[in-house]
């Protein structure tokens, strides 16, 4: 069991749907997914300004009902594993909608469409159908998940979630709880006392609720939250009943082929990071079957945008989190139970304008913070600088973004300003474009091959560099898109690298890779 796990439970016990330590995981992941479904939410209601009888009766019930579908699922799957192991100390895997994806959703793929017809059901209708095609990806790609684990270098595949925990998951909601650090601050230390020094909370309280609850205070009494947004959100509160919307996901698959190019890439992102926080739960002591567990994930993308979701779904990065704030079977199921509840009666907007979104974005932070420990701990120790080239492709990526955001915030563009401007500031675009391309899998092969050459293994090393040459060169990896000769650089690189480690293969012999349960 890892060294995550202080409170193992007790062998010989059934599971229990309930247990003492999922109170303060239900806050803990209750409060991701709200805060993700939140962000998702305001992009389409306010960025894009969509119709209200889109956003709230149809989308967001389609959110709730896919949050509902993959925690219980989940849930269900830990409840299987704790009886067929006799414990009750197995930790349902997390999940929600993915973050990278709603900002896809919305940028990438409705805004240009209603830009250009002015179609909002239309654009809807694609968004339903580009998420309806993750979900046959996922559920494809399910079938080869368990023998990917076991071919992919540990280090891969936890290096590549702390790199994704580093950048996405910590820096910008860092950024935003030191913004106002006075309040932020004050909660994320309550979550290190109760998560991490387990000290019990003042009336027993767990510590997630107690954090947001104190943020929620200090918000209102200093004036933080302001009264005004409440009370006009109080105009969407109302039972909205969750329908299958098929006329318009059909109107969307008559238009969405122009999009499947890029709803490919962006699927196996979801399969592979679900595949690395199946990995992750194993290293925490819970091993579920990769096969299962993406099919899960798979069926939630699919029955929610069946009923008008737009946002592809995926298992949470962060086992570990919650399996040492105590979450285990009940904190899952509850999540997906209480997100229903909220999105079908409205109440998403209100809690957006109650809770100061800077009392939960500390526990990102956290679990942040615990991913990034696990990638080194639970990898051989030689595999360290695998796990730390993994971290670069995401920092790559989130810069890219970063610089993209603000450009446009100036109202210019790279494209406006020119790449060669920033290179002569020391800032190379282009190379942190062509290097976060696809970050999972950049991240995933490089960690691979360094771990590989670490170990002497040159033969399958060279497998890694000669597979990361045929993705770079038809725009799996480093590219925007799919096509021949994509990443000619890149995929000529690689190509090198490959032939490096075949020629020490033949001329030195490749020594086995050690187990990645060596110390």
Same mark, same amino acid.
């Given at each position: 069991m890892s060294a995550t796990t202080p409170n193992a439970g007790h062998a010989g016990n059934g599971p229990r749907l309930w247990s003492r330590g999922d109170l303060d995981g239900f806050f803990g992941l209750f409060s991701n997914s709200l805060a993700n479904t939140l962000t998702a939410v305001f992009l389409l209601s306010v %960025? &894009?300004?969509?119709?209200?009888?889109? %956003?709230?009766?149809?989308? %967001?019930? !389609?959110?709730g009902v896919t949050l509902a579908f993959g925690n219980i699922f989940l849930a269900w799957q830990a409840w299987k594993l704790g009886k067929k192991e006799g414990r009750d100390s197995v930790t349902a895997l997390p999940y929600g909608l993915s973050v990278p994806h709603y900002f896809i959703v919305t940028f990438a793929i409705m805004m240009p469409i209603i830009a250009k +017809?002015?179609? #909002?059901? &239309?654009?809807w209708g694609i968004a339903m159908a580009w998420t309806f095609v993750h979900g046959i990806v996922v559920a494809v790609g399910a079938f080869v998940g368990d023998w990917l684990r076991r071919v992919t270098p540990r280090a891969a595949m936890l290096g590549t979630l702390a790199g994704m925990a580093v950048s996405y998951i910590a820096l910008t909601p860092s950024f935003r709880v030191y913004d106002a650090a006075w309040l932020g601050l004050i909660c994320f230390g309550i979550l290190l006392f109760g998560w991490l020094a387990n000290i019990k909370m003042p009336f027993k309280l767990p510590a997630g609720l107690l954090a947001i609850f104190i943020g929620t205070i200090l918000g209102w009494v200093t004036g933080y939250m302001k009264v005004e947004p409440l009370i006009a959100a109080t105009q969407t509160v109302g039972f909205n009943m969750p329908l299958l919307h098929l006329d318009v996901l059909m109107l969307g698959f008559a238009n969405v082929g122009p999009y499947v190019v890029s709803a490919i890439p962006l699927a196996v992102y979801l399969f592979m990071e679900t595949l690395m926080n199946v990995e992750s739960a194993e290293v925490a002591?819970?091993?579920? @079957? #990769?096969? @299962?567990?993406? &099919?899960?994930? #798979?069926? !939630?993308?699919? %029955?929610?945008? &069946?009923?008008g979701s737009v946002v592809p779904t995926l298992v949470y990065i962060g086992h570990p989190g919650w399996k040492q704030a105590g979450g285990r079977i009940g904190y899952s199921w509850a999540t997906g139970v209480a997100m229903l509840l909220l999105c079908t009666f409205g109440m998403i907007n209100i809690l957006l304008n109650i809770i100061p979104i800077v009392a939960i974005l500390p526990i990102l932070m956290y679990i942040a913070m615990l991913i990034l420990s696990q990638a080194f701990r639970e990898t051989p120790k030689a595999h360290a600088p695998a796990v730390a080239i993994a971290l670069i492709p995401w920092l790559a990526d989130w810069v890219k973004v970063t610089i993209d955001n603000t450009l446009n915030a100036a109202g210019t563009s790279v494209a406006q300003l020119g790449a060669d401007k920033l290179a002569a500031s020391g800032v190379f675009y282009d190379g942190m474009a062509v290097l976060g391309a696809s970050a999972i899998l950049v991240a995933m092969m490089l960690a691979a091959i360094v771990a590989r050459v670490i170990d002497r293994n040159y033969l399958h090393a060279a497998i890694f560099g000669f597979i990361a040459a045929v993705m770079s060169f038809f725009g799996v990896i480093? @590219? +925007?898109g799919f096509g021949i000769g994509m990443a000619t650089g890149p995929a000529i690189g690689y190509l090198a690298i490959g032939a490096g480690c075949l020629l020490f293969h033949y001329t030195q012999g490749s020594q086995p890779s050690p187990s990645d349960d060596a110390p």
């Open positions: %960025v &894009l300004a969509l119709p209200g009888d889109i %956003v709230w009766q149809g989308i %967001v019930p !389609g959110f +017809t002015g179609d #909002a059901k &239309l654009a002591g819970d091993k579920y @079957s #990769a096969r @299962s567990i993406c &099919l899960g994930a #798979a069926g !939630g993308t699919l %029955v929610g945008a &069946l009923f480093h @590219s +925007t």
